[in-house]
């Protein structure tokens, strides 16, 4: 049997089945994040996957002057791609979904957080950031956004929405079966099962394995970004009410659906609405499956996950 791991900032990967043709991989760097892929495919055809991938990360990037978002948040309103309207509307929806607790919108709040450093921001600062902060504002017709005063960053679901897109490409190369990790946003591509290890957000190792085939799984975690200051942890994640990292009984919510974009976003929605109001999100969704991991170390499962040989399945 031969085996690779796949590391990630949220979970690792191993192919349980041995591979019919020589497995190879890429590995690059974009939206701040290390994106791996492993296929049975030529080489080649894995860096034509990174490249195309980074036409979306020049597309979708808040920080690249060129990119339709940086001109987007500058001028006010524009049009733009198909891609980055169907982007935009998608992160809209979810704003809605979770009556704000999730909001595009909130970029001038996280751009005054440093992560890297060992400071806070002003508190006078992150007030005033709020009054910008309201998805309601942004209004999308076809290709035509209009921010209405509001600035938005696409970070909590762009790496999804490119991980798809870089399945869809290989799948129209006739590649069967890989592995698409952006940043921890996995995709596991064909009908071989994969083992998908949830990281322990307390510790080393891994706090529940799930095992999956040709879907898309990702965490989002209050471990994964944070500043300490005086002792004190301020993670990544932000209320959109304070300004502040959101207090959430959630340290870790991993979810699981066919479809990387939502994955990706709604990883983010369970974090800030709490287990019981996540919970029940999840299980009014078709498709949809979650893991969560609260600030007790107790793990809660959705209802169509399963324990069946030691492993949670869908």
Known sequence: MRKFLILGTVCSLVLLSG???????????????????????QKGV???TLNFCRTYEKMLSRTDSDSEIYLLNKNGKAEVSDETAYLISRSLYFSGLTDGKFDVSICPVSSLWDFTGDALPDDEAIKKALKKVGYQKIKVDGNEVDLGGAEIDLGAIAKG???????????DRNVKNAVINFGGNVVVM???YYNVGIKNPFGAGTSATL??????????????????????????ILDTK?????DSDIVSATVICADPTDADALSTCCLVLGLNEATELINNMEGVEAV??????????SSGIYAEDGYYRL
């Not at 969560?292 to 499962?301: A, K, M, N, Q, S």
């Open 211 to 236: 095992k999956l085939k040709n879907t898309a799984v990702v965490t989002s975690g209050t471990y994964e970004r944070y500043v300490e200051v005086d002792g004190k942890k301020y993670h990544h």
């Open 292 to 301: 969560f991991i609260t600030r007790d170390g107790e793990l809660h499962f």
């Open 161 to 171: 929405y490119i991980s798809g897109k870089a399945r869809d490409y290989l799948k």
């Open 242 to 246: 304070t300004g502040y990292p959101v």
């Open 190 to 192: 064909g009908e071989r």
């Open 46 to 48: 894995l860096d034509d």
């Open 19 to 41: 591979c019919g043709q020589t497995t190879n991989s890429a590995t690059g760097f974009m939206m701040d994040t290390v994106v791996n892929i492993e296929a049975e495919c």
